[in-house]
């Protein structure tokens, strides 16, 4: 009959035995989590998410040449907001997007053509439909986007 069971003390030890070893994959996981910078998106960045990056940068750029009384020179190629793909496909092929990312070219086109008096209001407009589109689909940049006011 004692045959089929162990003895008290090896089950005990089985037990121990057992919750270090979880413990130990559970404190392996966490500190990996820890020493790596998580990806913003865990299947990598999307082609729409690198433009937007660039986007910020240009702005960026831009803010500093209205601040230097130099009209300012967009540079990328925009038009690509509406083929980009997107993390989420289905957010890009909305029309709410559409329509915030149609609006955010004229403001870019209005900024192309400018002249450094116009360039400060016409740059603040190009701000805001960053802000329109993002606070309507995608909130999680906007306080990033503020910096650009
Ligand atoms: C038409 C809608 C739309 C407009 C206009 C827009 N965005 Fe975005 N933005 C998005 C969407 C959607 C994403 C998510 C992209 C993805 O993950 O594929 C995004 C992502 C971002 C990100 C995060 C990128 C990353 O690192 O993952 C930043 C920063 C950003 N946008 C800044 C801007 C700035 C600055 C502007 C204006 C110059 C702007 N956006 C205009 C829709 C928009």
């Avoid at 990996?32 to 940068?57: I, K, V, Y």
Wanted: charged fraction near 20%; include cysteine.
């Amino acid at each position: 009959m004692s045959k089929t069971h162990f003895p008290l003390p090896v089950r005990q030890l089985a037990v121990f035995l057992s919750l270090l070893f979880s413990g130990y994959l559970l404190s392996c996981t966490a500190s990996e989590a820890q020493s790596d910078t998580p990806p913003l998106n865990p299947n990598g960045d999307s082609e729409l998410a690198l433009l937007m990056r660039a986007m910020f940068d240009d702005a960026q750029a831009m803010k500093q040449q209205i601040k230097e009384g130099k009209t300012p020179r967009p540079s990328l190629d925009y038009e690509k907001i509406l083929t980009a793909e997107a993390t989420e496909p289905d957010k890009a092929a909305s029309d709410t997007y559409k329509v915030h990312a149609l609006s955010y070219l004229q403001t870019i086109k209005a900024l192309q053509q400018a002249d450094a008096a116009q360039a400060a209001s016409l740059y603040e407009n190009m701000v805001n439909s960053c802000m329109g589109c993002h606070k309507a689909l995608c909130p999680g940049p906007t306080m990033r986007i503020k910096k650009l006011y």
